[in-house]
């Protein structure tokens, strides 16, 4: 299927410079049955991109209309019947016109009249057209549409505009190259022959139909549509994007139709980056809306359920524990027990008459910003001297015979980060096996990570998705096991400092 849809995608493309993506997911959401809108300013081969899909199917009946706002009814449901009216009946010969189409393209489709809009709704949505008492159904497989312009909200069109799931931007050629052999090209067919054995047939078109189905949404695809959705939710004041229920159903169906044309039998990452062209409804709501969708497709990848976060905070956690059992982690000062107080030591150097003088400073004090009195070994103050510590370690000494000022440092027994000389036996050997534990649990999740990376890296091509979205994709996975390593590689060095 995968070699057979890329054939056909190669044959509808040729000579289209730069729309190659546009047409595979036009063909895709063709596939699916879903209903396409084009939008691009005139001349950007909109048209042509119509004709070309339809040449990819098997086709009994096209049908393309040119709306403006003077189109009629009769112009796209067919004229009324003179002969059914003398008959007192009034009914459309709808041969050669939209209801009896099993492919239609729509240009301009916004200039319609009301008339025509309301009615297409009902044909589009329920596949069925009223003709006078008769409800006739409607062969339509697969609908394009394309227009210069967007429906603005609250205009009546917003339940048709929601019926177009596939949503594509058509811009101008960008690149030099092409723009160089389109200036040179002679006008490219509306029409390709497309082999025979490539076109899709309709009971194949039926039958895949079906088939897609059974395709699987795994837990992560899931939960990057809740990601995506809760996003758009909570930026609804600065971007007032809506998508019905309806129009999450059938894009989550597209996503299977990629992974069924794919020959897979579950959605993956890359087919999310579809959501892109689904979801949006205005154009400034575009890079918004794919931004959202990459965000959330890198954020949770494939390993949602694996909790790296988790690990890393009980390895940090860990660690400190550790270094507190081993190290000092902060600054340990003599301490003396004078008149049932203690106290940190200093030595003063104010004046000639506290040259070398030894004081006692409370070590309750330290830390705060009250003015104090120093006191010497039995205890008795010293009030030549006003101490405060300001906040701090470090002690400020004011006073003496010329009233000068001195910042002093009590003295330091173990200094911040030196080793500890007296450890528990049995704490160092339950901090080595949780070291080992958690070890062990980051290794198995970075080969889990591992193997689910090589699985799916296999099937991250996709002619539906655009290849810088797959290099994304492979480099942030690529990211997230590079630190799932350096994790496991710290718990080694943790694991290190335990047996030291």
Known sequence: MKTRMHALISQVSEHMYEREQIIALSLLAGIAGMNTFLYGSPGTAKSLISRRIASAFEVSEYFEYLMNRFSTPEEIFGPVSIKALKDDQYLRKTEHYLPKADFAFLDEIWKASPAILNTLLTLVNEKTFKNGDLIQHVPLKVLMSASNEIPEPNQGLDALYDRFIMRLAVPPIQQVQNFHALLQA????????????????????????????????????????????????????????????????????????????????????????????CLWSQIDDIAFVAQTIEQAILAIGLDSDLDLAGSTAQKEDLEQRILNHFYYTDEVYESYLIRDREYVRAVANLDHHYQDKTLYLELDKMDSKKDFFAVDASGEEIRGIVCNFNGGRQCTLKGGYYGLEEVVSPYVKYSKGSARTQLSAQIKYDLLQEVRGLQEKILQDYQTLKQRIEAASEHFDSDFTAADDAEKLRSQLDQTLQRYDLQRQDCLRLEQLCRN
């Open 186 to 277: 002679k006008p490219s067919a509306a029409k390709v022959e497309v082999s025979d054995d490539l076109r899709i047939k309709k009971q194949e078109l039926t039958y895949w139909r079906e088939q897609i189905h059974q395709v699987q949404l795994p837990a992560e695809i899931l939960k990057i549509f809740d990601e995506i959705k809760q996003s758009l939710s909570d930026s609804f004041e600065e971007h007032a994007i809506y998508v019905s229920d309806r129009r999450w159903q059938r894009a989550a169906y597209l996503l299977k139709a990629s992974a069924f044309i794919n020959d897979r039998a579950e959605v993956n990452l890359l087919d999310v980056f579809i959501l892109k062209h």
